[in-house]
Nanobody, 113 residues
């Protein structure tokens, strides 16, 4: 069955870095565009970054220059490297398999001193 398992969240100080991973299984990962979204309580889930099957990327304006999305097809994993983190980056981060419309369970990222 399709599974998306995020990891790497945690507590970090402002200006710090975190790297999120999303391990995929149960579908042909290499042909599927993948995305990272985030959500805070009371707000809609918002797109953070996306990567196509061919490796093209796009980012929300709020994270451009600070976050990098990448993928490793043999490992069936998509990554989100987050640098220069700000308190407003605090959210639950979700991985999405765009071709299937399926979501992971989410991982909490908290940026606080």
């Amino acid at each position: 069955q399709v599974q998306l398992v995020e990891s790497g969240g945690g507590l970090v100080q402002p200006g710090g870095s975190l790297s999120l991973s999303c391990a995929a299984s149960g579908f042909i990962f290499s042909v599927c565009a993948m995305s990272w979204y985030r959500q805070v309580p009371g707000k809609e889930r918002e797109l953070v970054a996306a990567i196509s099957a061919g490796g093209s990327t796009n980012y929300a304006d709020s994270v451009k220059g600070r976050f990098t999305i990448s993928r490793d097809n043999p490992k069936k994993t998509v990554y989100l490297q987050m640098n220069s983190l700000k308190p407003e980056d605090t959210a639950v981060y979700y991985c999405k398999a765009n071709c299937l419309g399926r979501w992971g369970q989410g991982t909490q990222v908290t940026v606080s001193s």
